[in-house]
């Protein structure tokens, strides 16, 4: 489940009762797997989403929303990322929502990611600019673990990189998917 932290589902704060209790249910309705996010990588709005998670059995998984400016250095990710270790995480996402991250930066940006923090590492790239094929291989072969792709009839532009297209690329190498 894509969880907006402290917003919930929704584009406002929510009380922590609300958020402990929508959580709970989710859990409890055979939800596991909640990547939690801030659009601005305000871990403040992560922190009660991650650890109420945890405490009812959820998986956690941290994010960071990728974006370009002079503030967002690798740097600034990776001191986000171990802010987001230190509250619980399981694994961390690489969240590129506008199909922005090359992948030149996917490397830096994995590469540093993988030195610096002791959790699986997922990337999450649109296709909207046409790069996040490439950047996917470059993510993986820098050590991203996991990577989100979609069906061919429903993948590319706005969505994530086709399933066949990723499996394709990856058959003869150590990154093999083994589908079938």
């Known amino acids: ?15 922590d009762d609300l958020l402990d209790r929508f959580i709970a249910l989710a859990i409890y309705n055979g ?9 601005l990588n305000d871990t403040r709005n992560l922190e009660h989403a991650i650890k109420s998670i945890k405490h009812y059995g ?3 998984q941290g994010t960071l929303s990728y974006t370009i ?19 619980g995480i399981d694994t961390l996402c690489i969240k590129d ?9 996917a490397e830096k940006l994995v590469s540093a990611l993988v030195k610096e923090i002791d959790v699986p590492i997922q990337l999450h790239c ?13 993510g993986v072969r820098a050590g991203a673990g996991a990577i989100d792709c979609a069906i061919s009839s429903l993948g590319g532009f706005s969505s994530q990189p086709p399933v066949e297209t990723i499996e394709t690329i990856f058959k003869e190498t150590e990154y093999a998917t083994k589908l079938d």
């Open 1 to 15: 489940m894509l969880l907006r932290g402290q917003n919930i589902l929704g584009y406002k704060n929510y009380p």
């Open 69 to 87: 400016s002079p503030l967002h250095t690798v740097e600034k990710y990776v001191q986000a990322a171990k802010d987001q270790v230190e509250l």
């Open 97 to 105: 929502m506008a199909g922005i991250l090359s992948p030149m930066a």
């Open 126 to 138: 649109h296709a909207t600019s046409g790069m996040a094929t490439a950047t996917y291989v470059e």
């Open 31 to 39: 939800m596991d797997i909640f990547r939690v996010f801030d659009a």
């Open 58 to 60: 959820g998986h956690a």
